[in-house]
């Protein structure tokens, strides 16, 4: 008896070694990005606030603070969310819903104070995007900010978050 016990408990010790490993738990999906200018990091969060992935990026050379008006090189600040999904000779292109209100309410105030010509627009067209097109890249283009006031990744960077990133998400960008 205690033969057979001790052969029932090695077949099962070696069937068990050759079984495959459970498999991998796959990440949670994408609640919210986060965005820190100072610290040229974009971070993919989940809905419990974690982080799923960081990534270096590059942003406009306008400087900290709120975008004032479109040419300013300024990487606005806020609450933004993904509105589509595109590609651009940016490659992936990520479109943010920049103006929001607040953003309109600011420009408005700073043009009747007279801060802003009378001609000055707000601008648009605000994203997060890939590198420029072969013809226009340069070899770190990371090393510095270049950017109109976008957030850029390389191309592998933001082909992975597009695919993870539905139209929706919230965009949240700190200095």
């Not at 029932?8 to 079984?19: K, M, Y």
């Not at 796959?26 to 974009?42: D, F, G, N, T, Y």
């Amino acid at each position: 008896m205690r033969l057979r016990v001790a052969s029932l408990i090695a077949l099962a010790l070696v069937a068990l070694a050759g079984a495959a490993p459970p498999p991998a738990k796959s990440p949670p999906p994408v609640a919210r990005l986060w965005v820190s200018k100072s610290k040229h990091e974009l971070k993919t969060l989940a809905a419990d606030g974690s982080t799923i992935d960081t990534y270096k990026v590059a942003i406009g050379p306008g400087g900290k603070g709120h975008k004032k008006q479109e040419g300013d090189l300024v990487t606005p600040v806020g609450r933004y969310h993904v509105v589509l999904h595109t590609m651009t000779r940016w490659h992936q292109f990520m479109l943010l819903d920049y103006p929001n209100a607040a953003d309109r309410a600011r420009f408005a105030e700073l043009k009747k104070s007279g801060a802003l010509p009378k001609d000055a627009t707000i601008g648009g067209q605000i994203g997060i995007h890939g590198s420029p097109s072969q013809a226009e890249r340069k070899p770190n283009h990371k090393a510095a900010d270049w950017t109109l006031g976008c957030v850029a990744l390389d191309d592998d960077e933001i082909a992975v978050l597009a695919s993870k990133v539905k139209d929706g998400t919230p965009v949240d960008i700190e200095d």
